[in-house]
């Protein structure tokens, strides 16, 4: 079975840092999967805010590029999203899903990923 996992929200002032981690088990190939971070805000559609290929092809949605970084740990099968200068608007549902490659990318989105976490909260408030 496959499962992901996300931890390490929590609530921050604004800007503040966090870094999220994706655990995951059961990808046979953990290095032959996309694993992307997502993010939904109450009322709000859910929306890509990183992708990892691998550890030299990372994308980044436009709203979170020099603030947020996406990497991954081969040994542990692990991803994180290390987000600094937090604001206000960051404050969402985080979740990480995975798709094996070759994936498909609309700017730092994974497209319809196969596997998903059930989520960690971040909220960011003074």
């Known amino acids: 079975q496959v499962q992901l996992m996300e931890s390490g929200g929590g609530s921050v002032q604004p800007g503040g840092s966090l870094r999220l981690t994706c655990t995951t088990s059961g990808l046979t190939t953990y290095d032959m999967y996309c694993i992307g971070w997502f993010r939904q805000a109450p009322g709000k559609e859910r929306e890509g805010v990183a992708t990892s290929i691998s550890s030299d092809k990372t994308y980044y949605d436009d709203s979170v590029k020099g603030r947020f970084t996406v990497s991954r740990d081969k040994g542990k099968n692990t991803l994180y999203l290390q987000m600094n200068s937090l604001k206000p608007e960051d404050a969402a549902m985080y979740y990480c899903?995975?798709?094996?490659?070759?994936?498909?990318?609309?700017?730092?989105?994974?497209?319809?990923?196969?596997?998903w976490g059930q989520g960690t909260q971040v909220t960011v408030s003074s």
């Open positions: 899903a995975a798709h094996l490659i070759p994936c498909r990318m609309m700017g730092g989105t994974l497209l319809d990923p196969t596997y």
